[in-house]
């Protein structure tokens, strides 16, 4: 059975993304771009929300051809345009860079990723990742803490209908008071 991580910066005070759908207090290091970079390439296949896809499709797909980007974010921008994706979502009609669209039931689908086995998915979207959440499919929550409060948004972590008990495996600092902290699902 595959392995289903949800990772993504965070707020101090737990938002991913603050009023207005506004990530700028998030911008990574080159360090943290190179983890996430290395985190995309130990994995097989992403799993996006419809917003969370509109945010980055118009962004990754070129920006290694940007003049001003770093090294460490024109490697990110090569994997994630190599990486396979699927887009959940009932509202958009097609995708591109290696992805594919699923309009239907999104709990089932990702169950039947995971248990068809292969490589590690990571999954990305707030909605999405609460649904998944839910149905018990998340084996690894990535916080990236970012040392802000931007006090409303959207949050990280959705209601769950039971408590979730996790073990912390990991725990890192980056550049900026940035913490790093990884836990793995007790089954």
Request: hydrophobic share 40%.
């Amino acid at each position: 059975m595959r392995k289903l991580s949800y990772g993504m910066h965070v707020s101090l005070d737990g938002y991913i993304a603050a009023p207005g759908d506004d990530i700028g207090w998030s911008e990574p290091s080159d360090e943290l771009f190179r983890y996430w970079s290395d985190q995309l390439q130990a994995t097989e296949l992403t799993l996006y929300g419809r917003k969370l896809w509109q945010t980055m499709a118009p962004y990754w797909p070129t920006y290694d051809q940007q003049p001003d980007a770093t090294p460490a974010e024109a490697e990110y921008a090569r994997r994630w345009r190599e990486m396979p994706k699927v887009v959940f979502s009932s509202t958009i009609d097609e995708v591109d860079w290696n992805t594919r669209l699923v309009t239907g039931d999104a709990v089932t689908e990702i169950a039947r990723l995971k248990a068809e086995g292969g490589g590690p998915m990571d999954i990305g979207g707030a909605t999405l990742a609460g649904a998944a959440m839910r149905a018990g499919l998340i084996d690894e929550y990535v916080l990236v803490t970012v040392p802000v409060l931007v006090g409303g948004g959207t949050r990280f972590f959705s209601a769950v209908d039971d408590w979730v008990n996790l073990d912390l495996v990991e725990t890192r600092s980056f550049p900026g008071g940035v913490l790093l902290t990884r836990y793995e699902t007790r089954r």
